[in-house]
């Protein structure tokens, strides 16, 4: 059967022609990325402006698409793959996670039902399996694979949202969320934003929510820990997105507990560091917890998106998130979708497969220990500099700042404006502060020297 949309390349084996292309297309990006500067300059970003058309009436040529992505799309990206990014907590992608990305989405297959891919659903139970023996979580701990960790957080709190209610005898399959009884959400202070978006979307106000003063570091004292209840919801954290920190868990969460309340940690980066000797000691406790949210396109470099949520509790997730119709053939292996809100979901599973069973433990270990043996590095080459180091021995975060705003946001922009390495700023504490995120596989110790370097300058510069 003949389509006319394909009159413009009517002899082509489309297949066969434009995958090698794309993938030439793509070496070449992955060897000459580190030449550009790390953020796309004004001409790279004029650029851009040849995409803009109406929309065409008749076909394209493919490789005309594929030559116009090279030219004008490629010059405007972000140099986020390479090894002087630092900003806003972003992973790497190994290799052979990218490469398996690459055959899964050759492959195209829809992980929603185990009949759907078979492939897909027995690597998903194994990655499944193996995180669970990395964190060492309970054995029925149930675990969907995400987009990310902001979607991963909302599944756990509808999940603790739907089981804090079932406690007090409101369905809310049956009733609803209007009219409920009120529940209590406790949160950290300095708790990352996507936590109070997925709270808003599930359905909580910010009459519902109290927030919870925290130390230096961003962590909860808990010895000021408030009364909870059967209708509390505590959330804490598992690396503060700008200083590392960690709950005191082992404390924190039999209190809350012996309680009747729900635990989720929130540990986008720095639920990883469970599977270092080094930093283990930061998660202890952390297996106490009901519920945990983790990505693996920060600390794990698998390429995004990709995020996971666990719950202890299986059937609380499977009841907050499954869906049920007569065509779904629900008994042919692992249903993915029965523990995440998407029905049709590409199959991420595949390369955080390829990237753990690449890796290892041993090699996770090492991958972990890098990042944050870098991070000590840069606080060490700081030390003889203006800034001031703010956090502590907090993971892979370096938390620094000049003697005032002003100095702090001029030397942050002269970074930004190097070309070479790029980092992001914020607000902490009332202070203004630059975040120094190291996170890919590819930075080493004279990556760190040269950027200590470039902020040393930056920070001579400044008023």
């Given amino acids: 059967m003949a389509f ?38 004004q001409i790279a970003l004029d650029g851009l402006d040849n995409f803009d058309e109406p929309m065409p009436s008749q076909s394209s040529d493919p490789f005309e698409i594929l030559k116009l992505l090279e030219v004008d799309g490629a010059p405007a990206t972000v140099g986020s793959t390479g090894p002087n990014y630092y900003g806003f907590v972003t992973g790497g992608s190994l290799p052979v996670a990218l490469a398996s990305r690459w055959i899964s989405d050759t492959w195209d297959q829809n992980s929603a039902l185990g009949v759907m891919s078979p492939v897909a659903a027995k690597l998903e139970g194994l990655v499944a399996r193996w995180l669970i023996e990395l964190f060492e979580f309970p054995s029925e ?8 960790s902001s979607i991963a957080s909302l599944c756990a709190l509808i999940a603790a949202r739907d089981h804090l209610l079932e406690r007090t005898g409101w369905s809310i399959q ?8 009120a529940l209590k959400i406790f949160a950290p202070d300095s708790v990352h934003s996507a936590i109070p978006k997925a709270l808003r979307i599930a359905g909580f106000g910010e009459d519902q929510i109290h927030w919870l003063a925290t130390d230096d ?9 408030p009364r909870l209840d059967s209708k ?6 598992a690396g503060q997105v700008c200083t590392g920190a960690f709950d005191a868990f082992e404390r924190l969460i039999p209190t809350a507990q012996a309680a009747g309340a729900w ?8 639920l990883w560091a469970a599977a270092s000797r080094r930093l283990q000691h930061l998660t202890h406790g952390m297996a106490l917890a009901d519920s945990w949210s983790v990505d693996a396109h920060k600390t794990l470099n698998v390429p995004y998106d990709s995020g996971v949520v666990l719950c202890r509790h ?32 590409r199959a991420r599973g595949i390369e955080l497969w390829a990237t753990l069973k690449f890796l290892g433990r041993q090699g996770l270990s090492e991958l972990v220990d890098h ?5 000590q590095q840069l606080k060490a080459h700081l030390e003889t500099s203006d800034y001031k180091v703010l956090n502590e021995d907090g993971f892979n975060q370096v938390l620094i700042a000049l003697e005032n705003d002003t100095a702090t946001n001029h030397a942050l922009a002269l970074i930004q404006e190097s070309e070479e390495v790029w980092l992001s700023g914020a607000t902490w504490q009332g202070k203004r502060v630059i975040r120094v995120s190291i996170c890919n596989w590819q930075t080493e110790s004279e990556d760190i020297a040269r950027l200590a370097e470039i902020m040393a300058k930056a920070a001579q510069s400044a008023p």
């Fill in 371 to 375: 990042f944050q043996g870098l991070a």
């Fill in 314 to 345: 299986p059937m609380v997730l499977s009841r907050a998130l499954s869906s049920s119709a007569s065509y779904l053939m629900t008994d042919q292996g692992r249903d993915g979708m029965m523990a995440t809100p998407e029905m049709s979901r």
């Fill in 217 to 225: 570091q961003g962590r909860i004292d808990p010895n000021a820990l």
């Fill in 4 to 41: 006319s949309w394909l009159s413009a390349a009517p002899h082509l084996n489309l297949n066969h022609s434009l995958l090698p292309a794309a993938l030439a297309q793509a070496e070449t990006y992955l060897q000459t990325r580190g030449d550009q500067p790390i953020v796309p300059n």
């Fill in 174 to 181: 049956q009733r609803g969320l209007f009219g409920a009884p």
């Fill in 263 to 270: 635990v989720h940690i929130d540990g986008a980066f720095g």
């Fill in 232 to 237: 509390s919801l505590l959330i804490l954290q």
């Fill in 141 to 148: 701990t149930a675990v969907g694979l995400v987009s990310g």
